[in-house]
C-alpha cells in the first residue's frame, strides 16, 4: 500500500521537551516537505528536502530540526526553542510539481 | 499583502447549488497552480490542477486568469460531501515550493 505515514496521530508534550515527529514515504519520491498548520490558517513550510543528504530551511525553520538520512525517511525534531509549538504538523512529498501529503500529527505542548 | 489571497468564508449553499471560489496571487512568475481540499482534521489532497486553457473534472472547473493573477474553482450540483475547505496552491518560478492560500470554507446543507 503505496503513501505517506506520518506517526504518531496524537502528541502530548511538557513544556522544554524536544520530540520528533516520523515521517515515510513509499512513493520513491525524491522531494519531501515539512508544513505545520495553525487553526482557521494555511500552511507554513518548515523545512524541505530535495535529495537524500541536503535540506533547506523554508519560512518558519527557527526552533525545528530535521535530516535526511534515507530517501523514504524525513524525521522532524520539535525543539524546546520552538516558542508556539503545538499545532498540526504535514510532511509532504513530492515527484513534481503536485505535492502528497501524510495523514498528519497533532502535537499538544503543555 | 499575502502571497496567496483567498476568502475564508463560510460559503453556505443548499445541496444542488453551484458555488465559485476567487483566489488572487501576488507573484506574476508562479509556473503552476492546484486547488486542493481539506476536511475537518484532515490532511489536504489534491483536487486538481489549474492548466492555463482551463479544466473541468466531473462537477469540478478550475480557470486560470495569468493577466489578472486569479484563479477560480467553480463547483457544479453541490453535493454534502463537498463541504470541506478548498486550499488555493501556487507553484512559485524556481525549486518546487508550493505557496498555499489559507483556505475557502464551504458548507452544503440539505
Known amino acids: 500500500d503505496g503513501g505517506i505515514t506520518q506517526s504518531p496521530k496524537y502528541l502530548f508534550r511538557k513544556e522544554g521537551q524536544n520530540v520528533t515527529l516520523s515521517c515515510e514515504q513509499n512513493?520513491?519520491?525524491?522531494?519531501m516537505y515539512w508544513y505545520r498548520q495553525d487553526p482557521g490558517q494555511g500552511l507554513r513550510l518548515i523545512y524541505y528536502?530535495?535529495?537524500?543528504?541536503?535540506?533547506q530551511k523554508g519560512d518558519i525553520a527557527e526552533g525545528y530540526s530535521v535530516s535526511r538520512e534515507k530517501k523514504e525517511s524525513f524525521p522532524l525534531t520539535v525543539t524546546s526553542a520552538q516558542k508556539n509549538p503545538t499545532a498540526f504538523y504535514l510532511c509532504?512529498?513530492?515527484?513534481?510539481?503536485?505535492?502528497?501529503f501524510g495523514p498528519g500529527t497533532r502535537l499538544t505542548v503543555t | 499583502r499575502k502571497e496567496v489571497e483567498q476568502d475564508p468564508g463560510p460559503f453556505n449553499v443548499p445541496e444542488g447549488a453551484t458555488v465559485a471560489f476567487n483566489c488572487t496571487y501576488s507573484?506574476?512568475?508562479?509556473?503552476?497552480f492546484f486547488w486542493y481540499r481539506q476536511d475537518c482534521r484532515k490532511e489536504p489532497k489534491l483536487l486538481m490542477s489549474?492548466?492555463?486553457s482551463g479544466n473541468e473534472d466531473g462537477r469540478f472547473t478550475a480557470q486560470l486568469n495569468r493577466a489578472s493573477q486569479y484563479i477560480s474553482l467553480l463547483i457544479r450540483d453541490s453535493k454534502l460531501s463537498d463541504s470541506a475547505t478548498y486550499l488555493c496552491?501556487?507553484?512559485?518560478?524556481?525549486?518546487?515550493?508550493?505557496?498555499f492560500g489559507g483556505g475557502t470554507r464551504l458548507m452544503v446543507k440539505p
Open positions: 528536502s530535495q535529495i537524500v543528504n541536503d535540506f
Open positions: 509532504a512529498s513530492s515527484i513534481s510539481p503536485e505535492q502528497y
Open positions: 496552491v501556487v507553484k512559485g518560478a524556481a525549486g518546487n515550493m508550493l505557496t
Open positions: 512513493l520513491n519520491h525524491d522531494a
Open positions: 507573484n506574476s512568475a508562479s509556473q503552476s
Open positions: 489549474v492548466y492555463s
